[in-house]
């Protein structure tokens, strides 16, 4: 995983929380993936990235109790950090595809 | 995570996973992981199926181990355990120091085997020794306030004997400085509930027993007096492990009755599963009901009694003494010992009196070889500590801090102490597994034994010590400021200066070995010769072609009991291929429990002395034919001995004819016995002299005050439990099947136990010396090897370092014979000292072993001088290899490697 950049995993991971609304849980998360990208998603995988990234900086958690489960969740949001990332990653990565995507198509 | 738990939740994570959670995973994260797997699941279940998302469940866990400790290892900060993010830091530094140190190790597999090998060997059995110790002799007995338990027994000279029922009612009815006093009998009963017959053990017991020991019933109650009145309904309580197997363990068992040799018993109360040493090996415990005493014997009860807070063992005594003083003139026409009295000691003594010697001489041995282990692998540390002096110095020279090499010396010891733990505590976990399956027959409060915290912190402590000698004696030697890793910088790895300090080290740990190996190896020497002895007694029977069993009828008193018997003896006898067949209440060499006291009509037992004792059995003819016990003088039991005759007829063995009657004929000599003098009592005649048995052990150890022993017939003195003794014309054990039908068409219901041959009684009487024999054999032949092995290695060691020397010797015209001298002496000397030590050492400590001795002193010169021939022999043979090899070094050679 890269050190100074976001890894492919992680950068799944950050995409699903926004789709997500830009916060959420790992639950959701994985759910999320799983739909995505049809392959089964080792949860302590999630778990461990998702500290990951807080660590990075690109995310933030707060723990909450559950009324009705009464179970206690750590919710994830994207930092401005991680949103900057995002996007400087994704113009990266657009600026590569340009005029590819035809080329692609037909396979 | 308590929701995991409920029925329908998901699998419970398996034990590897719960480890990497403990370990990798803070707490609070720990349970946010398993709850949000658990949801996770919850969604699966409903979208694939609970068979499909339990699958699904499992491999996720299965991911957790690895996951996690990938996590933990490349420093994720998350995954830790502690506040600071320098743990995983810390551990991944460690890591790379144990994959350092492991292959470190790696490079020589034989001196890291051999090193874990003995110090696991001597620390396992040292734990597991540690751990019989503690539960069957240091450990207070498991009763509440079980220090003021004492046993109350009857003086007789040295010995300590059984009360009667007059001796018992006597001190519960005059004694004021015990809070209670019970009785309790030892015995077998025939049990018989629902079609099923079987033997039990059985523990009679006054009904204020339990509640003196503070015991109490798990199912039911334990008894209240009314039990034990006389006429009463019986009842009794029953062990867990009875209650179990025989009454199904169902609380309706309370209540239920039980047959115990012909009389029911209602089973009121079921003990728990853990009980005290007194109650351990018993099954059932009915209530005893003393009937008033019309004489002074016999002697059946042992008793215990709470000391009352405030008054101490002394008063106690002398009270029962006093006791024993005041109640004296009521038995005085049947009983005329003034002089035996009572005494107490402690229940624990007791209880556990005659282990102690036993544990004491294994303890020692466990902790010898202990010992030499340790030093073994100190030595080997020492050596390869010196061969590592240039390796070391070459890494010290690009750089390698002290602090670091210190480090990596410490990790390597902390492997090996740490390998040598864990193989030692397996060991110890299987050993001691052993001794619990044994249980209590073999020792006393066997279940009490465990592998608990206390067992593992002392194996932790031996490890520690181990680590520290392991760690400590190399880095020292590495690191002290004048043999230090400077010096051997300079002296480019060969400069033997720092070499003689480690050279005087190893010479003082051989001398040390040798030490430690004399007394073990002399006790086991002692052991070993002792056993040859014993297995050379003669039990006095032929045990050839022998076959024995216990039948144990109901303790009726009626006289179909005789005729029962005499009719079992003549059908086996006209089984084909018995040649003899007998029985006798006891079976040589140990199974005999009655001893009587007697007193001669013509030579009266002075008033204010001790009647002497005698080995009471009751026999038929058959029995002495069979046992090929011959008859020296009168005759033997015959038609002539019928109930209707005034005197009761005996035969006595040669010991009792000479003790009593020396130089003179026993034949029509009569005597009383038990004290029982009343007009109504029958007076014993001797109508024949027979031939030794060994009756009392086959060391004798069990004789006491017995004089002799003096047989009776069952044709005049009851008895309803017997063994059977049949003599055959080829193998015994072929018989068994016809002698079952015998007994079956005389008595179904006659459970036949205890089935041995002439062989195996004589073999179970010797297997408790053998085996301790063996055992101490064996640690000393383990700690002999060790101390081979250590001077072997410190004088080949010797040899391969001074090559040069010995090369340049040879070469200026030295003779090999002088070299191979010179490295014998090496050698031979600091052997020679640590046996001149070890010999002291072992004339002081082998007395206490002298208990456990059968026809050898514990100073014995042959088995000493035969010790110190061994030890001089093993010490020659391993010097010799080396100094032959120094003896042939070749000097062009050695020069032109220069």
Known sequence: MGRGGIGEFEHQIMLAILQQGGESYSVPIVLELEERAAREVTQAAVFIVLRRLEEKGLLRSRMEAGEESGRTRRYFRITALGMRQLRESRRALLRLWEGLDTALDEG | ?898
């Open chain 2, 1 to 898: 995570m308590g929701d995991l738990e409920k029925p329908e939740g998901p699998p419970r994570p398996g034990w590897l996973v719960r480890l990497a959670l403990r370990w990798l995973v803070p707490a609070a994260e720990r349970a946010t992981l398993l709850s949000e797997l658990r949801e996770l699941w919850e969604k699966r279940v409903a979208r694939e199926g609970a068979t499909a998302a339990g699958r699904w469940y499992r491999r996720q866990l299965r991911s957790y181990p690895v996951r996690l400790l990938r996590a933990r290892l490349s420093g994720e900060r998350a995954i830790r355990s502690g506040g600071s993010g320098e743990g995983a830091g810390w551990l991944a530094g460690a890591a790379a120091e144990v994959r350092h140190a492991l292959r470190g190790w790696g490079r020589s597999p034989v001196l890291a085997a051999t090193i874990v090998l003995t110090f696991g060997l001597g620390l396992g059995a040292s734990t597991a020794m540690y751990a019989v110790v503690r539960a069957v002799v240091l450990d207070p007995l498991p009763y509440e306030g079980g220090d003021r338990l004492l046993r109350i027994y009857h003086a007789v000279g040295a010995n300590r004997w059984n009360l009667s029922v007059a001796d018992f009612t006597a001190i519960a009815a005059q004694q004021t400085r015990f809070d209670g006093v019970a009785a309790y009998t030892t015995g077998e009963r025939t049990l018989v509930s629902d079609d099923v017959v079987e033997r039990v053990r059985v523990r009679g017991v006054t009904t204020g027993f339990f509640e003196l020991l503070g015991e109490r019933a798990q199912t039911g109650r334990t008894f209240v007096a009314a039990d034990g009145v006389p006429g009463a309904p019986r009842t009794a309580v029953v062990s867990w492990g009875f209650w179990q197997r025989s009454l199904g363990g169902a609380a309706t068992a309370v209540g239920r009755s039980i047959r115990l040799d012909g009389q029911d018993h209602v089973v009121i109360g079921v003990l728990p599963r853990a009980v005290g040493p007194l109650e351990e090996r018993f099954e059932v415990f009915p209530a005893l009901q003393l009937e008033p005493p019309t004489r002074k014997g016999p002697f059946l009860f042992q008793v215990v009694g709470r000391l009352r807070t405030g008054t101490d063992t002394a008063a106690a005594a002398a009270e029962l003494r006093a006791i024993n003083r005041r109640i004296f003139p009521i038995w005085q026409a049947g009983w005329q010992d003034s002089t035996s009295t009572w005494g107490v000691m402690p229940l624990d003594e007791a209880v556990i009196g005659r282990f102690r010697p036993i544990l004491l001489v294994l303890s020692g041995a466990v902790a010898l070889l202990l010992l030499v282990a340790a030093t073994n692998a100190a030595g080997l540390l020492t050596a390869r500590a010196t061969q590592r002096r240039h390796e070391l110095s070459t890494r010290a020279a690009l750089g390698a801090t002290r602090t670091r090499l210190v480090r990596l010396l410490v990790t390597e010891s902390l492997l090996l102490a740490l390998a040598g733990a864990a193989l030692g505590i397996g060991l110890a976990a299987l050993a001691l597994r052993a001794v619990r399956a044994a249980g209590p027959d073999l020792l006393p409060r066997a279940g009490a034994i465990a592998l608990d915290a206390g067992v593992l912190g002392f194996a932790a402590l031996l490890a520690g010590a181990g680590l520290a000698i392991f760690g400590l004696i190399p880095a020292l030697q590495l690191l002290a400021p004048r043999a230090g890793i400077a010096q051997a910088l300079r002296g480019g790895g060969r400069t033997t200066t720092g070499a003689t300090s480690a050279q005087r080290m190893r010479r003082a740990l051989v001398a040390s070995q040798f030490a430690i190996v004399v007394p073990l190896l002399a006790g086991a020497a002692l052991l070993v010769n002792s056993f040859l002895h014993l297995q050379r007694v003669d039990p006095g029977f032929d045990r050839a072609q022998l076959l024995t069993m216990y039948l144990a009828r109901a303790d009726e008193r009626d006289p179909a009991q005789a005729l029962f018997w005499q009719q079992l003896v003549e059908r086996v006898e006209a089984l084909p291929g018995v040649v003899a067949a007998g029985v006798a209440s006891g079976r040589a060499p140990r199974d005999v429990n009655d001893t009587n006291n007697f007193d001669p009509v013509d030579r009266p037992t002075p008033v204010g002395s001790a009647e002497p004792g005698a080995v009471w059995l009751v026999a038929t003819p058959g029995y002495f034919d069979a046992l090929g016990i011959r008859l020296i003088e009168g005759r033997m039991f015959d038609a002539r001995d019928t109930p209707d005759m005034d005197d009761t007829s005996v035969l006595v063995d040669r010991t009792w004819a000479e003790n009593v009657y020396p130089g003179e004929s026993a034949i029509g000599r009569r005597f009383y016995e038990g004290g029982c003098k009343a007009p109504e009592c029958s007076v014993m005649s001797v109508v024949g002299v027979v031939e030794d048995v060994r009756y009392l052990g086959l060391d004798d150890a069990l004789r006491g005050t017995a004089v002799g022993t003096v047989y009776v017939s069952p044709a005049q003195w009851f008895g309803s439990s017997y063994y059977l003794f049949v003599r055959s014309t080829a193998d015994p054990l072929a018989l068994l099947g016809s002698i079952r039908t015998v007994v079956r068409a005389l008595d179904p219901a006659l459970p036949i136990t205890q089935v041995a041959t002439g062989d195996d009684v004589v073999d179970a009487a010797l297997a408790a010396p053998r085996n301790l024999a063996g055992v101490v054999a064996a640690f000393a032949a383990v700690a002999l090897a060790l101390a081979m092995i250590g001077i072997y290695g410190v004088l080949s060691y010797f040899v391969h370092e001074q090559r040069r020397d010995i090369g340049i010797r040879l070469a200026l015209g030295g003779r090999p014979r002088a070299v191979l001298a010179l490295v014998l002496e090496r050698g031979m000397k600091p052997a020679a000292l640590g046996m001149a030590v070890g010999f002291a050492v072992a004339l002081a400590v082998t007395r206490f072993s002298a208990r456990l001795l059968y026809g050898v002193s514990p100073h014995d010169p042959a088995t000493l001088a035969t010790v110190a021939l061994v030890m001089l022999a093993t010490a020659l043979a391993a010097c010799w290899l080396p100094a032959w090899d120094a003896a042939r070094v070749d000097p062009a050679r050695v020069l032109r490697e220069e």
